[in-house]
Structures are given as structure tokens and as C-alpha cells.
């Protein structure tokens, strides 16, 4: 199965051809983790993934799915 694409900002999964997020609004061409909220780093840092979900769907507004999504492929991307 091919891994969707995920936003930039956010780590929310977004449909092939999309020109921006259509959650946080950011164009497809922004730098991974460039604007990501550092309180949902540190709380993925200090693996705190619930606590991670609960201020993404509060900062953009997504359902439990995306919000767990992306926090899951943002703790990918911040793993060394």
C-alpha cells in the first residue's frame, strides 16, 4: 500500500494533486516540521501522543482519524 502524502505543517494526509492543506491552508511545497506548533513537538518528544492529538484537532480542527494520523507521521519525522 503507497503512503499518502502528508502536509508539511500539520501531518495531515492529503488527496494526490493537492495544491494546499486543506486543513491548515499551507501550500504543498512547505518544509517539513516549518511551522509545525512546538507544544505538539514537545508533546510527541516527550511521548505524550494522546495529549499531541487532542491540541492538533484543536489547533485544526480534524477528526480523531487525521489528528492521529498525523501526529503518528510527525513522531515518524522527529524520530533520529
Avoid: F, W
Avoid at 509545525?36 to 511521548?47: F, M, N, T
Avoid at 480523531?64 to 501526529?71: E, G, H, Q, S
Wanted: overall charge positive.
Amino acid at each position: 500500500m503507497m503512503q499518502p502524502t502528508l502536509c508539511g505543517r500539520c501531518g495531515a494526509p492529503l488527496a494526490a494533486g493537492s495544491e494546499s492543506c486543506p486543513y491548515c491552508g499551507v501550500g504543498m511545497k512547505a518544509p517539513v516540521l516549518q511551522g509545525v506548533d512546538a507544544e505538539i513537538v514537545a508533546l510527541i518528544k516527550k511521548d505524550n501522543l494522546i495529549a499531541a492529538i487532542k491540541r492538533h484537532r484543536e489547533l485544526y480542527k480534524t477528526d480523531l482519524r487525521t489528528a492521529k494520523t498525523a501526529i503518528e507521521a510527525l513522531r515518524d519525522k522527529l524520530r533520529p
